[in-house]
């Protein structure tokens, strides 16, 4: 009975650190000496399992909500993509039946959200920082190659989102202009097809006042998302290599 009591107490809590998504502050323990997990145990390892970068906590974002996350710590600064200005898109070299030379496959969604939070010297606070783009709602200009990449190349069915959570910036001065333009690089890990690799992207930005705008892009391969490139009657051939681009549009959150 005792241990119930306990789970009953922990699971409400769980739930609370789940739903905001930062580090719980720890909780003094009751000084029980039955060994059970203490309540300040079970919040520290729910903060942790909802910060990670795993294909569970990807497609648990299933209404695809913008990402909720903690406010910036003091002297930072956090700021909220605009979906409606932003959009994500894939770029892949592709050798169709009857025609002589490549051309390139380009599919876009504007379906992304996030959150980029600084602390106070300028580094990322990468535990409340994350852009989620919503693989399935991906379109380009023939909707045969949509459905196909969906379905056997991206698997959207079981892997609907594309995660990334930036840790570092190098070349972005601090603090951050409020004009003029700045060319740098944005470092993190990126999660689809359920597997997490580390990226690199290279980013142009315009600032303006608090507002950020510009895009970023990275080159991957198909294999090391454990996909296979797409190949079908029309399409002979597609390189193993893939750029992902994101064109943003960030304001300080809470504006």
């Known amino acids: 009975m005792h241990r ?10 769980l739930l609370l650190t789940l739903a905001c998504g930062s580090s719980a502050t720890p909780i003094p323990s009751t000084g029980d000496s039955s060994g059970s997990t203490t309540t300040a145990a079970v919040a520290t390892d729910a903060t942790t399992t909802a910060a990670a970068s795993t294909p569970e906590s990807t497609n648990s974002a299933a209404s695809g909500s913008p990402v909720v996350s903690a406010s910036p ?6 700021f909220t993509l605009d979906p409606s200005q932003s959009e994500a898109s894939y770029r892949a070299t592709e050798q169709l039946a009857g025609i002589s030379s490549p051309t390139d496959a380009v599919g876009t969604t504007s379906d992304v959200s996030g959150t980029i939070v600084f602390d106070a010297n300028g580094a990322i606070v990468s535990s409340a920082s994350k852009i989620t783009i919503d693989l399935t709602t991906l379109t380009s200009d023939k909707s045969q190659r949509d459905n196909y990449i969906k379905r056997s190349t991206l698997n959207t069915n079981r892997y609907p989102y ?40 290279n980013a142009t930005a315009t600032f303006d006042g608090g507002k950020i705008s510009g895009n970023a892009s990275t080159d991957v391969k198909f294999e090391e998302f454990g996909m296979s490139p797409p190949r079908t009657m029309l399409v002979l051939s597609v390189e193993d290599h893939l750029t ?12």
């Open 244 to 255: 992902f681009t994101l064109n943003f549009v960030f304001t300080p959150a809470g504006a």
């Open 73 to 78: 710590p003091a002297g930072g600064l956090s």
């Open 162 to 201: 594309a995660v990334f959570v930036p840790t570092s910036v190098a070349g972005l001065s601090w603090p951050l202009p409020t004009t003029g333009q700045a060319t740098f690089t944005i470092t993190g890990d990126l999660t689809a097809h359920g597997i997490t690799k580390p990226t690199t992207w």
């Open 4 to 13: 119930f009591r306990k789970l009953v107490f922990a699971i409400p809590l």
